[in-house]
């Protein structure tokens, strides 16, 4: 049954296409009319839905300050109360902004066929009612039975149940502060993910945890069996895979020339018989220094390079782990880089394992998969290449995944300086708050449903709320971040407490 509370009337020089004003209804039941409420009109197009965009209360008597004065004055006030019933005159104003216009397949069925353009506004008189929960969903795009559940639709109890191809596919990005919930909402996807019905078809999900907060899962019971820790301790990159090209990447000094007398190296390397094909760079180095011909200067400046490579332990002369074999349909690959502070070595690993499942991915030889990764900013920055290793396979993925079903997740809590190729790409957003005016503005900037109005609304969204915004969804929508089901120990586990324990670590 709809449920009226108000109706349109002249303000302000006001109704018109982009906004209708409606006096609210003095009601004695439940009913709570709050800024960011969904509401539908009947204009001379059809039906009209708008979203309340502000609240003003007025009163006439206390337009004039002498009135006030009086008021004010007065040593019983409530005399005035009764000569002048101020609070009978008291009413409220909404200012809805239209949203669109609804056209349905039958009328009988209420199924949303397209939503038109405003070109006519709304008409004054006409009755003004509270959307129902199951246009809501249509209009905003959730699913009904297969969505990712992340919490509620904000003002009203609508539960917020995302459509996963459509955040997926072509890809997202998780914005906040320090603080904000960035992490704490990723788990409650993966718990979408994981938990979600087979027959629906989930994606493989590969994250790159920074500071272990992932690592609570393969704890969890219900999920252990679909997570599997890669401790990048024991990572390790097959040297017989790479060409003389590809050391390049990892050691931008060497020059053209190098290149070409480091690939020489490489092939008579294959085609020792006692190497058969597994060598690492320790063996490269050796061939090398047991050549006599070509440029000497070569030489040694091609052992400098690589033997800087070799210091970083990464390069051997196998695979580890075998990524097509850990690759898995609905389970999660989490790579623990929580004991790796060389920056360098991170963006070598983290290169190295995009490229890898990119190329297998177009191959068909692993499932779609979704890559999450944590402080984006530091893999994918906005400077020089030569400062990011692994920028230009994140980009690449962020242009071309949604083709092959590679889609790709960038978390981070300063977008401005977050790589602006791979942020547009990223098609839908989940901003918590950002308060940083520089990163508001880079956030506007690369994307359009970001307005002024809504930036300054991030900056005050408290922990646990969000704004979703692009392809997920037809209409921008805050959303309250619902708990999850399973949580960690350390989120238990305060300030004090680990003083304490560290005081009596130190006392034995």
């Not at 009135?67 to 004010?72: L, R």
């Not at 999920?223 to 301790?233: F, G, H, P």
């Not at 609905?330 to 190295?352: H, P, V, W």
């Amino acid at each position: 049954m709809a449920i009226k509370i108000g109706t349109v009337f002249n303000f302000l020089q006001l109704p018109d296409v982009s906004q209708f004003p409606f006096v609210i209804s003095k009601r004695n039941d439940d009913t709570f009319i709050q800024k960011g409420l969904f509401v539908y009109t009947y204009s001379n197009e059809g039906f009209l839905i708008g979203i309340i965009e502000r609240i003003a209360l007025l009163n006439e008597y206390f337009t004039d300050a002498l009135t006030i004065k009086a008021y004010n004055n007065n040593n019983n006030p409530n005399i005035l109360k009764g000569l002048f019933p101020s609070e009978d005159f008291e009413f409220a104003i909404g200012i809805v902004k239209c949203l669109g216009i609804i056209k349905f397949e039958d009328d009988s069925e209420r199924e949303i066929k397209k939503i038109l353009r405003m070109t006519y506004p709304a008409s004054p008189g006409r009755d003004v009612y509270i959307l129902e929960e199951i246009l809501l969903n249509q209009f905003i795009g959730f699913s009904r039975e297969d969505g990712l559940e992340v919490g509620k639709v904000k003002v009203c109890t609508m539960d917020a149940k995302i459509n996963m191809n459509r955040l997926l596919n072509k890809h997202f990005a998780i914005l906040s502060i320090s603080g904000g919930g960035k992490s704490y909402l990723t788990s409650v996807l993966i718990e979408e993910l994981l938990t979600r019905d087979e027959e629906y078809g989930t994606p493989a999900i590969i994250l790159f945890d920074v500071h272990g907060e992932y690592l609570y899962l393969k704890q969890t019971p219900e999920l252990q069996d679909r997570v599997r820790i890669q401790d990048v301790s024991y990572f390790q990159i097959a040297v017989p895979k790479m060409s003389a090209y590809s050391f390049k990447k990892y050691q931008e000094d060497i020059s053209p020339v190098q290149v070409r007398e480091l690939s020489k190296y490489i092939k008579k390397l294959r085609k020792r018989d006692d190497k058969k094909g597994h060598y690492a760079i320790s063996d490269i180095i050796n061939q090398i220094e047991d050549e006599s011909d070509g440029n000497k200067s070569t030489r040694q400046a091609l052992i400098g390079w690589l033997s800087d490579l070799e210091r970083l332990t990464l390069f051997g002369s196998q695979e580890n782990p075998t990524l097509d074999k850990i690759i898995e349909k609905q389970k999660i690959t989490i790579f623990n880089l929580q004991k790796e502070i060389s920056i360098r070595k991170k963006q070598i690993i983290l290169d190295y394992i995009c490229d890898r499942l990119f190329k297998l991915r177009r191959m068909d030889k692993i499932p779609p998969f979704l890559l999450i990764v944590e402080e984006a900013h530091q893999f994918c920055p906005e400077a020089a290449h030569s400062k990011a290793i692994s920028k230009p396979i994140i980009e690449m993925i962020a242009r071309e995944g949604r083709k092959f079903m590679a889609c790709l997740c960038l978390i981070s809590q300063r977008p401005k300086r977050l790589s602006t190729t791979a942020l547009s790409q990223c098609n839908s957003k989940m901003v918590l708050n950002i308060k940083n005016p520089y990163d508001l503005k880079h956030l506007m900037d690369s994307s359009e449903a970001i307005t002024k109005e809504y930036a300054t609304m991030i900056s005050s969204l408290g922990v646990g709320e969000m704004l979703l915004m692009g392809n997920a969804v037809n209409y921008p929508v805050f959303i309250d971040i619902r708990e999850r089901r399973y949580k960690s120990v350390t989120d238990k586990i305060s300030l004090s407490q680990v003083c304490l324990s560290w005081d009596k670590k130190q006392l034995n």
